[in-house]
């Protein structure tokens, strides 16, 4: 499985920003994918998921009620969609795929994207 996030930029704090994350390979509908970010100096975190075959979220406190995910099974794409945006959201994004059941841990995603940059500004 291979997968492209992109989207990010610089933004105001407030602002919205929509992250998509395409794969291609193995049979994208069968994995749980998921957002993460890691911030500089920091560890990477879990930010949301959807499962499969339920497309069940999952977020992070930080971020619930700011963030929405979701798929596009047809497109091959997930997304995520941001507002109310803070600098402390300021981080490199990535989307991974994976079968686990714990879809907050980072290691249950075997497949990773290369991330892509989201700014916030104050």
């Known amino acids: 499985v291979q997968l492209q996030a992109y989207g990010g930029g610089l933004v105001q704090a407030g602002d919205s920003l929509k992250l998509s994350c395409t794969t291609s390979?193995?049979?994208?509908?069968?994995?749980?994918l998921g957002w993460f970010r890691q911030a500089p100096g920091k560890e990477r975190e879990f930010v949301a998921a959807?499962?499969?075959?339920?497309?069940?979220?999952y977020y992070a406190d930080s971020v619930k009620g700011r963030f929405t995910i979701s798929r596009d099974i047809a497109k091959n794409t997930m997304y995520l969609q941001m507002s109310s945006l803070e600098p402390e959201d300021t981080a490199l994004y990535y989307c991974?795929?994976?079968?686990?059941?714990?879809?907050?841990?980072?290691?249950?995603?075997?497949?990773w994207g290369q991330g892509t940059l989201v700014t916030v500004s104050s």
């Open positions: 991974a795929a994976g079968l686990g059941v714990d879809v907050r841990r980072t290691s249950e995603y075997p497949y």
């Open positions: 390979g193995r049979t994208f509908s069968r994995y749980a």
């Open positions: 959807i499962t499969w075959p339920g497309g069940n979220p």
